[in-house]
DNA sequence: CCAACCGTATTACTCCTATAATACAGTTAT
DNA sequence: ATAACTGTATTATAGGAGTAATACGGTTGG
């Protein structure tokens, strides 16, 4: 059985997408194995004092991804494949590039700009200084 | 005069960011320098077909930033000295994509994947939320 | 069978963002 | 002085995102 019990108090975004990223963290840890049952909707939304609609959105995008099986009425368990590990870890980095990217657009930064400079500071390592204007 | 008739018609993200990304880019360009008078509010909306209060919105950035410079009631010009601009520049390039950078690399990206997924998502943008249905 | 679970769908509420409507106040040229 | 501009502040509206309330129908074990 997938635990939630160290699903963590704090953390950024809405719980859904906690709930999702806290899923995939298991998968790529290894934590939580091919066929592992998933906790139920009521019990995840019980556990974090949240409605079960926001665990249920936050199982439909894990079952998107492949990661969980759900029949109706039935229990839920986990997919766990080389595939869905490799999808997984892809994800992850696909979020990571996300957030990046939403930073970028949201200072302003034009697309081409953007790419030419990463490029150039990329095998710059002593680039991170840290000071604001 | 500061000139919006090369103001793209369509473009991504709310208005009001994208007359500041419109600015910037003149400034960087050089086709907007110092003590040039901006077009007001309402000239800037009547072009556009938007409230002035959005252009206004715009503006607040943009004299945050320290590019255009407002007394009420009087016009407002633009503030394009090698501070700005540098400024700007800082801003833009420096404190951002070196935050890219670290922040990729920190995640075990290939540089080359890294472009390629940040050019593929740049358009996106989308958080996460709804592929597949 | 049937009670107690399960997943799912529909609808509504709340909050936030982007934009608009309106009103107010300062500057400037005539 | 005053008309015609200017910037600015306040409030309202529309839409979307996140979450909740509720109800419905499927599965399963005793």
Redesign the interface.
Same mark, same amino acid.
């Given at each position: 059985m997938v635990s939630f019990a160290a699903f963590p108090a704090d953390g950024e975004g809405p719980i859904y #997408?906690r709930i999702?990223r806290f899923v995939r963290a298991g998968v790529a840890a290894g934590t939580i194995v091919d066929g592992d049952e998933m906790p139920s909707r009521r019990v995840v939304s019980a556990l974090l004092g949240v409605n079960p609609n926001t665990v249920q959105k936050a199982y439909r =995008?894990l079952e998107?991804e492949g990661l969980i099986v759900s029949r109706s009425g039935a229990k839920s368990y986990a997919s766990v494949t080389p595939e869905t590990v490799e999808a997984v870890r892809r994800? #992850?980095? &696909? +979020?990571?590039? !996300? /957030?990046?990217? *939403?930073? =970028? /657009? /949201? *200072? $302003?930064?034009?697309?081409a700009? &953007? #790419?030419e400079?990463? !490029?150039r #500071?990329?095998?710059e390592d002593e680039? +991170? $200084?840290g000071e604001? !204007?």
């Open positions: #997408l999702v =995008l998107d994800k #992850l980095q &696909a +979020e990571e590039v !996300s /957030r990046v990217v *939403s930073a =970028l /657009r /949201r *200072s $302003g930064m034009e697309k700009a &953007a #790419l400079q990463i !490029s #500071l990329w095998d680039q +991170e $200084g604001k !204007s």
